[in-house]
């Protein structure tokens, strides 16, 4: 069992940055893939950032490509995701999600293992 906990959320004004981490503290995360889901109120889960076991290969939803940075380290046990231009259309609760062998890196449903969340607000 993988337990994530998310850090770093908080109210931000348009323009600002934020960056979120990712941790576990029960078993290292070399051996999973990685990735960020957001949800807002109303809405579903949708596919933010993912990353790969080492860090080689990474994938950006369209909506944040160029604004957003995922990065991890393994020898820390900790992912991030470093937000910049943050526009008040990204308000939301950020998940990190990991799982051994994702299907697909935008499905929430290829990760076996959430975090609980981090809210994320942006004022105009």
């Known amino acids: 069992q993988v337990q994530l906990v998310e850090s770093g959320g908080g109210l931000v004004q348009a323009g600002e940055s934020l960056r979120l981490s990712c941790t576990t503290s029960?078993?290292?995360?070399?051996?999973?893939?990685m990735g960020w889901f957001r949800q807002a109120p109303g809405k579903e889960r949708e596919f933010v950032a993912a990353i790969t076991w080492t860090g080689g290969s990474t994938y950006y939803a369209d909506s944040v490509k160029g604004r957003f940075a995922i990065s991890r380290d393994n020898a820390e046990n900790t992912m991030w995701l470093q937000m910049n231009s943050l526009k008040p259309e990204d308000t939301a609760v950020y998940y990190c999600?990991?799982?051994?062998?994702?299907?697909?890196?935008?499905?929430?449903?290829?990760?076996?293992?959430w975090g609980q969340g981090t809210q994320v607000t942006i004022s105009s």
């Open positions: 029960r078993r290292t995360i070399s051996s999973y893939a």
């Open positions: 999600a990991a799982d051994p062998s994702p299907i697909s890196w935008v499905q929430s449903s290829s990760y076996a293992y």
